[in-house]
């Protein structure tokens, strides 16, 4: 018998635009490989990491803010320990994320 209570994420919304700019990163990473392998100016190779560090971000905030908005706010309106444990969660990843 199948689960069809599976969780549905708040980022389920906007996850075509998550997946498209996930691959575009990864065409990012591909081409600073070959600028590698081709001996490019470390400048331009750099410029293209810092790109791809935004792009990473941006995505890594948009999920944030979902998990927040949907997990977190949920915990704490059913109650389930006060959502604690959805905040500590929260905190947790938000210090690995800065840093």
Do not use: P, S, W
């Amino acid at each position: 018998m199948e689960d069809t209570n599976q969780t549905v994420y708040l980022y389920h919304d906007h996850k075509d635009q998550l997946l498209r700019n996930l691959r575009k990163i990864e065409g990012q990473v591909r081409g600073v490989q070959k600028m590698i392998e081709e001996d490019r100016y470390c400048v331009d190779i750099l410029t293209q990491l810092a790109a791809i560090k935004a792009a990473t971000n941006k995505i890594g905030l948009a999920l944030l803010e979902d998990h927040t908005r949907g997990c977190v706010k949920r915990a704490i309106q059913n109650q389930e320990d006060g959502g604690d444990h959805h905040i500590e969660e929260l905190m947790e990843i938000i210090r690995i994320f800065t840093k």
